[in-house]
């Protein structure tokens, strides 16, 4: 778990501010199949690496981010707000 | 008790004599000593007893690592258990009690165990007290916990407060010996940010016992002359008494700052302790090493203690170690004690030298004994003699002290607390630590001896950090180094010879050579089995001492190296850490602050009895005269809603404005029932579902304009709704054009409810509150008293009468509720408290977070209709799935006894009539449940399978914890106005 998070609005910030969703995954269409619904709703991949997840600024800019970090070597390779798109800012 | 305070020399301040106490008796000190300082130079020598045997234990180090000399410091809610004697600066006034031991220290009947060691070695727990299991919690833990044991904490609260802090540097530099402070001066005349935390209340480590000159200047002077220039930077902040404890991600560094455990009354304006999160660019570890114990019989007997601790006593703190020392050697370390020592004028009956080739050391007279061992010490409280091996022949020489040179282990613990696996040099002789992740280690951390080679690595290592991050650096001449003895790398000795008695490995959990042996016999020999079969490394000192030793004795055992036994897994906290500093802050009411509504003084004006939500204080009832019990006041309000008129403080409820040209679009996704066409000046109850089809919340929400919306949300709920609102425009519909924005605490929101309401609100609102002109489910923004304030109205009732919600500016609640009691007054206006209000929705089958469990859909509550069919919303998808919309679902129900004078509790299930009280035949629970003085009896709310075709049929309600069984019959969830004329009137 990385100690402090690159939000692109508000900086370095530790993570105590931040409030994790989960795995950044795009919903599905309203009328997608069952199993593609089943799949965003429930299952995750858990990967041993790489993994983008929304996070929540929630005692600060209270924007939704996208964080890209490594589960094995907790790196935090950046974050990009999530509806303001753009890079992902190291 | 004689002293064995030198006449002259250290760095004490003989001119400040301190008083202090141990075990009740007093004793004196100087200003610059430690507590173990003090009690050696006062002689007490036995300082505590051991964790399983009780041995008699003295002062072993003069550092973090100490194993033995663990104290109790004050009284009362400043009691401090385990205290390290060794790292406890001494002030006047102190208190200090030893532990472990009854009656008395020096008589100690838990020394017993010492005899029943045979029954005690390594693997006792799980041999001794597996069967019979009963036993365990009975006798065996009981007698372990009294007999073993370390200090007790004190159930007293902590008068002191600690808080917590933020640093940020280039460059942090654990450690302020030679090292560190060549390091940090390095970087600081580089102009980097500079942060250097040393664990001590002196910086200089090793420079401050040395006899050795730098550059013609004594150590310690050498030293206070680094920290002066240091101290010119403004860059460059020095943090003493500061243990460096945990290294963590994105390089933040962990560390406790001991600022006023050393003073008898600490300034209550300041903490006593301070915890710092420190993120450092890079970080140079120049944390020196532990000098090794040697694993002999008698080892722990006071008197013994490590060559450099006997050293740091003599030399920094003038105090003698006895009369006459012996040193029992692996390296030349030894020889600068030996010579230090005679200097002193303390006889050194021999120096025992375990290597056959060891050199001669000018200008020591003492006896040197090579190729030799010390197999054996021996005393009771106090080392008396010691039995030396050498040409297979032993000698007993009689001496009052011994010190133990095993050569060094690097202090590399943080280095490899994030998955750095220390790797074994035989170069060495020691475990060294990989450069990782922009930490390097350097100095006798990174396995380098002597001053002048300590200044240099230190210099090298803080200059490679800082020409990384881009500055450059200029490295410092290192100084002229005179006297320093320099140990080369010498063999470790692990398994010494002709051993008997207890030779200790971990002294702290009383582990001892044998115990280890016994693991490897037992097939435990693997190092983290050994650990947790022997229970070595496991203290409070995590090993600082030991592990290396039982390292050593595994590989021996195992015929192997080292490097292939491997070390156990290192982990924070380096030394032990305080709740009180982890906790800063944050404990009581700064922990779990309270919430107040806007009217809190109002309802307490008026004398409500309040309740803890979450934070919020809400009013519950508001007792009368002559009411005994609360039942009689909920009761007495409840009914006057129903007649009269009631006001109800809601405005703990969330409040969250939506706005914005797309505000409609967005909430018709966020609720499952339809909101696009709204009009303008109406509420509306919405449902919140999850994406998996679940129902999250519920509350009303009211469009104010075409593009202004007003919500609100369940109290417990406020904060989720808001983050999960927050998601779904901008994660999920980032192209609607919306804003948030919570205002819970901007309105003070009064329910006011009751058949008389609209008379007494007439009275305060402007506008026509006729049926006609305002009617069920209006909202609007309105003018009150004459147009002086402005408020929001909302005609919207929980309690199932007619009823209104208002809300003002919250700084104006107190005023507005006080109007409308006074024009309430005619119309027997009373408050209510939430008790009250949750008895009248029950009433009218409302439902709450009760029913709203996480497991129910809307059509389980009865909302099948109001579910909308529109292209997209929260949940849409999962919701149509085949469990959800499967029959034999929990549908709500309503519940009464069929004696009305019986009763049944929330929670409790429902079983057919006649069925077994099994869970298999569960029907169902019940998920609220009130008296209700309409009903006149109990009523409830339940989730029935198949519920709402169940009406009218005879169940059983079963509470299993308690034993009871009620019969009931089930019914509508609606007791009061099935027709809603209440609502409408
Ligand atoms: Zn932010």
């Not at chain 2, 496991?538 to 070390?567: C, F, H, W, Y």
């Amino acid at each position: 778990m990385a100690s402090r998070v690159p939000c692109p609005h508000c900086g370095l910030r530790p993570k105590e501010e931040f409030t994790i969703k989960g795995a950044a995954l795009p919903r599905p269409a309203p009328d997608a199949g069952e199993a593609a619904w089943i799949e965003y709703v429930y299952l995750r991949e858990n990967p041993r690496g790489a993994y983008d997840e929304f996070w929540h600024h929630t005692s600060g800019c209270r924007r939704w981010l996208v964080v890209s970090r490594n589960t094995l070597t907790h790196d935090v390779y950046g974050a990009r707000d999530v509806a303001l798109g753009g890079e992902t800012q190291p | 008790m004689s002293s064995y305070r030198l006449p002259s020399g250290g760095l004490v301040d003989r001119a400040a004599s301190l008083a202090f106490t141990f075990d009740g008796k007093p004793m004196q000190g100087f200003a610059g000593d430690t507590l173990a300082s003090a009690l050696l130079a006062n002689g007490q020598r036995l300082v505590g007893r051991s964790f399983k045997y009780h041995r008699p234990r003295g002062v072993l180090t003069a550092g973090a690592a100490e194993p033995n000399a663990l104290v109790t410091i004050g009284t009362g809610g400043r009691t401090e258990p385990n205290t390290r004697a060794t790292m406890q600066e001494l002030y006047a006034g102190l208190e200090a009690t030893s532990q472990n031991r009854w009656p008395s220290l020096a008589f100690d009947v838990g020394a017993v165990n010492g005899l029943l060691s045979p029954f005690l070695g390594a693997g006792f727990y799980y041999k001794t007290f597996m069967w019979p299991a009963g036993l365990w919690e009975k006798l065996y833990e009981p007698f372990i916990r009294k007999a073993a044991g370390l200090g007790r904490a004190t159930y007293e609260a902590d008068p002191d407060s600690y808080e917590k802090c933020w640093a940020h540097c280039d460059l942090l530099v654990v450690g302020a010996g030679v090292t560190g402070l060549a390091a940090a001066l390095t970087a600081a005349r580089s102009g980097a940010r500079v942060i250097v935390a040393d664990e001590h209340a002196r910086a200089g480590g090793d420079l401050l016992s040395t006899t050795a000159t730098l550059d013609g200047l004594a150590g310690p002077a050498y030293a206070d002359a680094m920290l002066r220039e240091l101290a010119s930077h403004p860059e460059v902040q020095v943090l003493p008494r500061a243990t460096v404890f945990g290294w963590y991600d994105g390089g933040v560094f962990g560390a406790v700052e001991r600022v006023q455990k050393h003073v008898a009354a600490p300034d209550p304006r300041r903490p006593v302790e301070r915890l710092w999160r420190i993120a450092a660019r890079r970080a140079v570890l120049a944390t020196g090493a532990e000098e090794r114990p040697l694993v002999f019989g008698g080892n722990d007997i006071p008197g013994v203690m490590t060559a450099g601790a006997m050293r740091t006593y003599l030399n920094r703190h003038a105090v003698a170690p006895g009369r006459r020392a012996a040193v029992f050697t692996t390296n030349d370390s030894g020889y600068a004690l030996a010579g230090d020592l005679e200097r002193a004028g303390v006889e050194v009956a021999a120096v025992i030298d375990s290597r056959p080739d060891a050199l001669a050391f000018p200008g020591l007279r003492a006896r040197v004994i090579r190729e030799a061992v010390v197999s054996d010490a021996h005393g009771g409280r106090e080392i008396q003699a010691v039995d030396v091996w050498a040409d297979g022949k032993r000698e007993r020489i009689a001496v009052d002290s011994l010190a133990m040179a095993g050569g060094f282990n690097p202090v590399i613990a943080l280095a490899c607390q994030r998955g750095a696996k220390p790797r074994w040099s035989d170069a060495h002789g020691a475990f060294l630590a990989p450069d990782v992740d922009g930490l390097s280690l350097a100095g006798a951390a990174a396995g380098v001896t002597g001053l002048a080679a300590c200044f240099e690595s230190g210099v090298r290592q803080a200059s490679a950090a800082l020409s990384d991050l881009g500055f450059r650096p200029t490295p410092l001449a290192t100084p002229v180094v005179e006297g320093d003895v320099v140990p080369a790398p010498a063999p470790p000795l692990w398994m010494i010879p002709g051993v008997k008695g207890k030779a200790f490995v971990d002294y702290q959990n009383d582990v001892h050579r044998a115990d280890l042996d016994l693991a490897v016999r037992e097939g435990y020999g693997h190092v983290e089995l050994a650990k947790r079969y022997t229970t070595n490394g496991m203290a409070t000192d995590q090993g600082k001492l030991s592990n290396v030793n039982a390292i050593g004795l595994l590989a021996k055992a195992r015929g192997v190296s080292p490097g292939e036994v491997g070390t156990t897994t290192f982990r924070p906290f380096y030394t032990p850490v305080s709740f009180g500093a982890l906790t800063g802050a944050h404990h009581g009411k700064h922990f779990q602050p309270v919430r107040k509504s806007p009217l809190h003084d109002w309802a307490a004006r008026r004398g409500a009895v309040f309740v803890e939500t979450g934070l919020w204080y809400r009013s519950s009832w508001f007792p009368r005269d002559g009411e005994t019990t609360w039942r009689q006041s909920v009761d007495r309000e409840v009914l006057n809603v129903r007649a009269n008129v009631g006001l109800c403080d809601v405005s703990m409820l969330g409040k969250i404005e939506v706005c914005g040209p797309d505000a409609a679009e967005f909430l018709n996704r966020v609720y499952c029932n339809g909101f696009a066409k709204l009009p303008v000046g109406k509420a509306r109850y919405g449902l919140m579902l999850r994406e998996d089809g679940f129902i999250y919340d519920d509350g009303t929400t009211s469009r104010l304009a075409e593009d202004r919306y007003f919500m609100t949300t369940t109290t417990a709920y406020a904060a989720g709704v808001m983050t999960h609102l927050e998601f779904c425009a901008q994660a999920l519909w980032p192209e609607l054009d919306v804003r948030l924005a919570s205002v819970t605490d901007q309105w003070a929101q009064m329910a006011v409810a009751g058949p008389k309401v609209r008379e007494v609100l007439q009275r305060v609102v402007d506008e026509d509150l006729s049926n006609a002109a305002f009617p069920y489910l209006a909202a609007r923004d309105v003018s009150l008293f004459g147009g002086r304030l402005r408020g929001r109205l909302f005609r919207i009732s929980f309690s199932g009468e007619l009823a209104y919600e208002l809300a003002v500016p919250a700084d104006y609640g107190e005023s507005v509720a006080d109007a409308l009691m006074q024009a309430g007054e005619p119309f027997g206006i009373q408050p209510y408290g939430v008790e009250a209000l949750g008895v009248l929705r029950i009433e009218k089958g409302h439902v709450t977070h009760n029913e709203i469990n996480g497991t129910v859909v809307p059509a389980d509550l009865g909302f099948a209709r109001m579910v909308a069919d529109k292209p997209d919303f929260v949940g849409k998808r999962m919701l149509s799935r085949e469990a959800l919309v499967a029959p034999g679902r929990p549908q709500l129900v309503g519940l009464v006894p069929l004696d009305p004078a019986a009763s049944f509790r929330t929670g409790s299930h429902v079983l057919s009539k006649g069925a077994a009280a099994t869970l298999e035949n569960d029907q169902g629970y019940v998920t609220s449940t009130a008296f209700s003085p309409h009903v006149g009896s109990t009523i409830g709310l339940a989730l029935v399978k198949n519920g709402a075709s169940r009406h009218g049929e005879e169940v059983l309600v079963w509470n299993g914890l308690r034993n009871e069984m009620t019969t009931a019959r089930l019914t509508s969830p609606v007791f009061v106005d099935p027709a809603n004329e209440k609502l409408h009137a």
